[in-house]
Every structure is written in structure tokens, then in C-alpha cells.
């Protein structure tokens, strides 16, 4: 199995601020790698896929880049509805794996 | 406007089943793979299982904590996906998501942009 981490488990961030999050996969998944947002409660939104294409609908202060093993999500500038917790996905191979989860809180 | 409205759901005991279905709409549900994934309170999304589409064999995969367990299936003719869940372990009590893989054009389409409300399955004694 494809094993995914992330860091930070979580940040504290600004409003304004920009914020990197990154994903590692124990073993290469080309561009095979999602993004998704969830607020409590709610259902995850996938943000980007293909390791950097942005979803439709999705502000353009999002963006994913990386390949192989190594990826990142960055905010560019935090907004209020962006304090949620964020989780990458490889879609490489089965079974389908999450990464552990970044949470983004405010400072 | 696509759509996913799960039902079924709900308390079970141990070593019973339970079937949850996930009707879709505003889109041609044939052409995309289906995945479950489920919440557990507190915890990050786990993969249950995905159903290709039947133009790719509408083959299924399972995660090794529910195969030989669970079931996958589809009705193209209604538009609905099904998750058949047997054996139920106290393990399984998670929020439960149908999700729809994103590339129609592709055999494995795992990554997922659209979900159901969820459904929440409790198993206790």
C-alpha cells in the first residue's frame, strides 16, 4: 500500500497570510494526487487534482504542485472560510489512500 | 446540477447488515466510477471501495479492512450505487460517503469531486 504523510498536522495561521502544506508518498504516483478541503461537519471538497489542476469553482488562491512523491498545497492568502482541515489522496493505485490530515486553525 | 442523496444507514448490531444506496443526478451516471469512502468520528476519510463504470468491466476493489464483507454494485438504469454491508464490526461505525471519480475517461477515476451527505452507520451491541 502507498502509504501517505503530511506536515505540519496542523497550523496557525493569519488572515492574509500564505500557507504551505506538504503531502509525501512512500513510493512515486506521478501527478496521481488529490486535494480536499473539510470544514466539521461538512463533506470534503476536492480542491485540486492532478497534483496542481484547480477544481471548477475553486478560488484561485489554491494551488498544488509536485510530483513523484513529494506535493504541496499552498493558500496564498488565507481567508476566514479557509480554516478547515486539508488532506491529500493518492489515486494511483488501490487501495486509495488519505494522508492524516492538515489542519488550519486561526492564530 | 450534479447530485448524490445517500439513504439507508443507521444502528446495527454486530454481525449484522446493513445496505446504504447513493442516487444520482444532473449527470450520466454510467460513464463515472463510484467510490466509498467513510469518516470515523474524529479521524481522517478511509477508502472502503470504488466500482468502475461498466464501459471498464464496472469492476470493484475493496480495502483489506471490509473485503470479503462489503459489496459493491451499481443500476445504471436507475442511477444509483450500492454499499453492501455484512458481517458489521464495531470497527465499521463511521459516517459513510458515495463519491463520484472524476475522469470519465478514465478506468480507475478515484479522485473524487463530488459527494454524497453522508450516512452515519453505528454499530453496537
Known amino acids: 500500500d502507498i502509504q501517505m504523510t503530511q506536515s505540519p498536522s496542523s497550523v496557525s495561521a493569519s488572515v492574509g497570510d500564505r500557507v504551505t502544506i506538504t503531502c509525501r508518498a512512500s513510493?512515486?504516483?506521478?501527478?496521481?494526487l488529490a486535494w480536499y478541503q473539510q470544514k466539521p461537519g461538512k463533506v470534503p471538497k476536492l480542491l485540486i487534482y492532478?497534483?496542481?489542476s484547480l477544481q471548477s469553482g475553486v478560488p484561485s488562491r489554491f494551488s498544488g504542485s509536485g510530483v513523484g512523491t513529494n506535493f504541496t498545497l499552498t493558500i496564498s492568502s488565507l481567508q476566514p472560510e479557509d480554516f478547515a482541515t486539508y488532506y491529500c489522496q493518492q489515486a494511483k493505485s488501490f487501495p486509495v489512500t488519505f494522508g492524516p490530515g492538515t489542519k488550519v486553525d486561526i492564530k | 446540477e450534479v447530485q448524490l442523496v445517500q439513504s439507508g444507514g443507521g444502528s446495527e448490531q454486530p454481525g449484522r447488515s446493513l445496505r446504504l444506496s447513493c442516487s444520482a443526478s444532473g449527470f450520466r451516471f454510467g460513464d463515472h466510477a463510484m467510490s466509498w469512502v467513510r469518516q470515523a468520528p474524529g479521524k481522517g476519510p478511509e477508502w472502503v471501495g470504488f466500482i468502475g463504470s461498466k464501459a471498464f468491466g464496472g469492476t470493484t476493489e475493496y480495502a483489506a479492512s471490509v473485503r470479503g464483507r462489503f459489496n459493491i454494485s451499481r443500476d445504471d438504469s436507475k442511477s444509483i450505487a450500492y454499499l453492501q454491508m455484512n458481517s458489521l464490526k464495531t470497527e465499521d461505525t463511521a459516517v459513510y460517503y458515495c463519491?463520484?471519480?472524476?475522469?470519465?475517461?478514465?478506468?480507475?477515476?478515484?479522485?473524487?469531486?463530488?459527494w454524497g451527505q453522508g450516512a452515519l452507520v453505528t454499530v453496537s451491541s
Open positions: 492532478a497534483a496542481s
Open positions: 463519491a463520484r471519480g472524476r475522469e470519465r475517461w478514465l478506468q480507475f477515476s478515484s479522485q473524487l469531486d463530488y
Open positions: 513510493q512515486g504516483i506521478n501527478t496521481w
